[in-house]
């Protein structure tokens, strides 16, 4: 073994034998700041939502109720609209209406979401009631478990991770009707 072999400073050529770039650092182990941009760049959503957390703390007043802004005019519901308009433009005609008509698919996420959950939730505060917790406390587990989830963060959740989102937007179809019968 030479000199040159000890210290890693064999020509590129050689490099690539061993599995190093260039440089003598190994392949796929970036280091500094390209490690940090490359972990930023993947986990930007959740980077974004602890800035906006953390936004929202240093001032509340911005986008509270009846704040500086009038954030439940202002904000909430174009951003639900423009959030809907941009997925369903993605959406082929031809797929929104196959997941329409998967009724086994919309059976079980109404079941889930309008019976199971909320029963679980109501046991869970039947359980928390006999501790002694507070009952304004336990009466808000019951409600948090009848809930439905947001509709808006169903949709930018599902595309975050890479789902189809027609079922989504059906889903939310369905629940539509419900509420509006």
């Given amino acids: 073994m030479t000199e040159q072999d000890a210290i890693g400073t064999k020509p590129a050529a050689a490099n690539k ?63 639900t609209v423009v959030i809907f308009i941009l997925s369903g433009i993605g959406l082929k005609t031809k797929v929104l209406v196959t997941a329409s008509s998967q009724l086994h698919v919309h059976a079980l996420i109404q079941g889930v ?33 009848a809930m439905p989830t947001t509709v808006s963060t169903n949709v930018v959740y599902t595309k975050q991770v890479g789902r189809r989102l027609h079922g989504v937007l059906c889903y939310v179809g369905t629940l539509c009707c419900y509420c509006c019968s």
Wanted: glycine share 18%; with cysteine.
């Fill in 17 to 79: 034998d061993i599995g190093c770039k260039g440089d003598g650092k190994p392949l796929g182990q970036d280091t500094g700041w390209a490690y940090v941009r490359g972990l930023a760049v993947k986990h930007w959503f959740i980077l974004g939502l602890g800035f906006a957390i953390g936004f929202a703390a240093a001032v509340p007043n911005l986008g509270k109720s009846g704040g500086w802004i009038r954030s439940e005019y202002s904000i909430k519901i174009p951003a």
């Fill in 113 to 145: 979401s309008l019976a199971l959950l909320p029963l679980i939730g109501y046991g869970i505060a039947r359980g928390l009631w006999t501790t002694g917790l507070l009952r304004p406390l336990v009466d808000g587990v019951v409600v948090l478990a």
